[in-house]
């Protein structure tokens, strides 16, 4: 179980906190920077034995053309420089455990990535980083479809459950069901802090969302770790220094105890979940 964010948190004391508070055992992070990644950040995490999903690539405009197109090759010219051993030796030794492509792939003001784009992105990441799971955020129901049905190269989606996507039942199946159905391994997770219903009395992130109450982490947490062959849970975000739409602090929210204790027990549950490889499933057989 892991989380998006943990500014504030990202040194020895605070990833050994999140991960013995909060049961954490992965989040997820994003740089730019391998000699960063390599000299510092993978280390730190392995020291406090955590693993580590990554965004490689930058925000998006460092591949958008002037026009707002998603620019494939921009893209992969940003990835490049990750090609690296001292890189890969963390992705061998089990730190460095996912790549994510991509994030929001509809926020580009014009053509935004297909999933032929999708797929050229986690080939050549593969290429790169041989053995590092590949994924992109955006529930698997939104994801372009690619010709054949089935993507070839990517690995996973994660769905990332908010209350206006609606039922938590139908989501959680639905969400699964088209995953399986595109080939890609599940990633299951919670907006927690921008998709309550209100009943928090705690402003969100953005103005008119609402975070999440213990409660709802806790409901909505038992469903969505159930799906079978869910591979990993990542829930966006704790973050200790980013502030939220009433000026408050994310962390300072979910540092309460009965926020703290649902997360805590979010985590035990996925760890009672079956263990599932991260990665492509396995192909149907005919």
């Known amino acids: 179980m892991g989380f998006w964010g943990l500014n504030g948190r990202i040194n020895p004391a605070g990833l050994r906190d999140v991960r013995s508070r909060l049961g954490a055992d992965l989040f997820h992070s994003a740089t730019v920077d391998p000699a960063f990644a390599t000299a510092v950040l993978l280390?730190?995490?392995r020291e406090a034995g955590l693993k580590v999903s990554l965004r490689l690539t930058g925000d998006h405009g460092r591949y958008t053309r002037v026009n707002g197109d998603f620019d494939r090759g921009a893209w992969l010219a940003m990835l490049d420089r990750w090609d690296r051993d001292d890189v890969r030796a963390f992705v061998a030794d089990g730190t460095l455990v996912g790549h994510m492509l991509l994030d929001d792939?509809?926020?580009?003001?014009?053509?935004?990535?297909?999933?032929?784009?999708?797929d050229a992105l986690a080939a050549a990441s593969h290429r790169i980083l041989p053995g590092l799971m590949t994924f992109v955020r955006e529930k698997a129901t939104g994801l372009p479809a690619p010709r054949g049905g089935r993507y070839r190269h990517v690995d996973a989606v994660v769905n990332q459950y908010r209350v206006r996507d609606g039922d938590v039942q139908t989501?959680?199946?639905?969400?699964?069901?088209?995953?399986?159905?595109?080939?890609l391994g599940i990633i299951m997770g919670l907006n927690i802090a921008n998709g309550g219903d209100g009943s928090s009395g705690q402003p969100g992130w953005q103005q008119g969302r609402w975070a999440m109450s213990a409660a709802e982490i806790d409901r909505y947490g038992a469903v969505l770790t159930a799906v079978p062959g869910c591979s990993m849970f990542l829930?966006?975000?704790?973050?200790?220094r980013e502030r939220w739409s009433d000026g408050s602090?994310?962390?300072?929210?979910?540092?309460?105890?009965?926020?703290?204790?649902?997360?805590?027990?979010?985590?035990?549950?996925?760890?009672?979940h079956p263990p599932v490889a991260l990665g492509r499933p396995a192909a149907p057989t005919p």
Do not use: N
């Not at 014009?110 to 999933?115: E, Q, S, V």
């Not at 602090?249 to 760890?271: C, N």
């Open 105 to 118: 792939i509809y926020t580009f003001e014009g053509r935004p990535p297909d999933a032929e784009d999708l």
């Open 43 to 45: 280390p730190m995490a």
């Open 171 to 183: 989501y959680a199946r639905d969400q699964a069901a088209r995953s399986r159905a595109l080939g």
């Open 249 to 272: 602090v994310g962390a300072d929210w979910f540092d309460q105890p009965a926020q703290t204790q649902a997360l805590k027990q979010l985590s035990e549950r996925m760890h009672q």
């Open 235 to 240: 829930s966006w975000e704790y973050d200790a």
